[in-house]
């Protein structure tokens, strides 16, 4: 049994990726820490030893007091959070010896460095999407680009549920970022939205647009334009468990891995481990 530590635990993917474990067995829930609701020791999995609902404040100046006092080498804790929130999970990872799953979004540099030092240590994955189709996606895109002349047009388009705070989606940069690589990297630019005479498009140009509204779990499309004709790849999470086992795989996978930053394709080229 895999002990897992949940960071996030009453959003939607933390609830998300309890009931998937629950559901597939192999994993124990050992604590769920969470901003918004009161400590408890009530919900799913209660029954099993060392279960707990706690928020930083109560009782812990901080998530990573908090994971200090219950984390130990052989847990995995799986975070979707706020940034802070996982760049303090992090440092806790790399004192108490635990593995890092996250899948936390809009981390700024402090938060990068902290990933990467903890991975110095214990092993870390991060995704900005849990989807083995996203990765389908990622790769089809790759297979495009390489077969399309480069003066064909990209942009993407992402769309999500009325709550989300970060814009655009961390996949949606991901998939901008791996387009600008095959198309001279730095030389390319990003462009989110359009408003105004913004004049002809730039060649070199990538646009990112970003859609909320509704109950939309994850819907990314990408736009390939050349002259007369055009190809889009798209795909749509229709709901989160496709996230949560893709969670639980990456959960695997750093239960048993090295140290080091890894990414989801790792998961799906080791299949002993994943």
């Not at 829930?29 to 279960?51: N, Q, T, V």
């Not at 509704?214 to 499309?221: E, L, R, S």
Request: aromatic fraction near 4%; hydrophobic fraction near 40%.
């Amino acid at each position: 049994m895999i002990p897992l530590i949940l960071v996030g635990a009453s959003g939607r993917m933390g609830r998300a990726v309890e009931a998937a474990a629950l559901e597939a067995g192999g994993f124990r829930i050992k604590a769920r820490f969470s901003r918004s609701e009161p400590l408890s020791r009530e919900g799913p999995g209660s029954g099993e030893a060392g279960y707990g609902l706690e928020r930083p404040g109560a009782g812990q100046s901080s998530v990573r007091d908090a994971l200090l006092r219950c984390a130990v080498q052989g847990d995995v804790i799986v975070d979707f959070s706020r940034p802070e929130a996982c760049r303090d999970t992090a440092r806790a990872c790399a004192e108490r010896g635990a593995a890092l799953v996250t899948g936390t979004t809009g981390l700024g540099p402090e938060d990068e460095r902290a990933l990467a030092e903890a991975a110095r240590r214990v092993a870390v994955l991060r995704a900005a999407n849990f989807s083995l189709g996203i990765v389908a996606l990622r790769r089809a895109v790759a297979a495009a680009l390489r077969a399309l002349p480069e003066d064909w047009d990209i942009e993407i388009v992402e769309r999500h549920h009325r709550r989300k705070v970060d814009s655009p989606s961390g996949t949606a940069l991901l998939i901008a970022d791996e387009v600008a690589g095959h198309r001279g990297g730095s030389e390319v630019s990003r462009r989110s939205g359009r408003e105004g005479a913004a004049g002809p498009r730039p060649r070199d140009e990538i646009g990112i647009h970003s859609v909320r509204g509704g109950t939309w779990v994850g819907d990314h499309a990408v736009l390939l334009a050349g002259t007369g004709e055009s190809l889009e790849i798209r795909h749509v999470a229709e709901d989160r468990s496709a996230f949560a086992h893709g969670a639980l795989r990456a959960a695997r996978f750093v239960a048993s891995a090295p140290p080091g930053l890894y990414a989801l394709e790792d998961v799906l080229s080791s299949p002993g481990r994943g």
